[in-house]
């Protein structure tokens, strides 16, 4: 008998919703910094 899981939702899980915008803000915070070096 054959029992189909759910798809997985990482956004149904509040600590990988968490771990994801931090990771977004890491990002975004590095590209403006090199960014800015670029300016000076």
Known sequence: MLH???TY???ANPIERVWWHLREQIILVIA???WS???I
């Open 4 to 6: 189909y899981l759910p």
């Open 9 to 11: 939702a990482s956004e």
């Open 32 to 34: 403006v910094r090199r």
């Open 37 to 39: 070096n670029c300016l």
